[in-house]
């Protein structure tokens, strides 16, 4: 089965710009996640949705973070504006809604903030 | 709130020889239990995980880690070495009650030499 995808996979920008990433999770996964993982750190929890409804937003950065799963499939993370400390790569992964299953992640956007 | 700890930021091991990354962690409940790979520029991938049963779980390219609810740890072994091993792996943790996010660990850079 195919992977989950992301795009792009590089991105540079300057602060106080504007950016939006891209998620097609594994067909039928009911649950998304988007992590943001900083340089020699482990990912980080953004936002889970199941479906299209939002479970956990409780760690994303609401004054310039924003994400969307519409008709419970694909989603978009955006950041405006960017500041220097949003550069991360963020990691797109799913899962089939099983509390104790593993989540399978995409190859991730690494963005950098100049 | 779960934690994960990882103490050892690389772990070097002479290609043949056995290996164990360590991991401990914190959690309300009963944990649930992870360990990923991440090759440079992919995403996660997924090694093994914990529910309830064995203390010893097997996962793929023949790694495996031992539950010890006593000591709170979750290590991750393998037998042989293989250079090919080389990669940083992650811990992850979440509880098995009502609403818990998955927590890594900040990762354990294994370095296989030939």
């Known amino acids: 089965e195919a992977g989950v995808a992301q795009s792009p996979r590089y991105k540079i920008i300057e602060k106080r710009q504007s950016v939006a990433f891209w998620c097609n999770p594994i067909?039928?996964?009911?649950?998304l996640y988007w992590y943001q993982q900083i340089l020699g750190q482990g990912p980080k929890l953004l936002i889970q949705f199941q479906n299209n409804g939002v479970v956990d937003d409780s760690q994303l950065p609401k004054d310039r973070f924003s994400a969307e799963r519409l008709k419970g499939v694909d989603s978009t993370l955006k950041i405006q504006p960017a500041k220097l400390e949003d550069s991360a790569v963020y990691l797109c992964a799913s899962d089939p809604a099983g509390l104790a299953g593993e989540q399978y992640f995409g190859p991730g956007t690494r963005l950098t903030v100049t | 709130a779960q934690s994960v700890a990882q103490p050892e930021d690389q772990v070097n091991v002479a290609e043949g020889n056995p290996l164990t990354v360590k991991c401990t962690y914190s959690v309300s409940g009963n944990p649930y239990l992870f360990w990923y790979v991440q090759y440079p520029n992919r995403g996660l991938q997924f090694l093994l995980k914990?529910?309830?049963?064995?203390?010893l779980v097997k996962g793929s390219y023949g790694f495996e880690a031992e539950f010890n609810k006593s000591q709170t740890s979750f290590h991750l072994k393998k037998p042989s070495a293989l250079v090919s091993d080389s990669a940083l792996y992650f811990c992850a943790v979440k509880g098995n009650t009502g609403f818990q996010k998955l927590v890594f660990g900040t990762g354990t850079r294994l370095l296989v030499s030939p």
């Open positions: 067909s039928g996964h009911a649950t």
């Open positions: 914990y529910i309830t049963g064995d203390n």
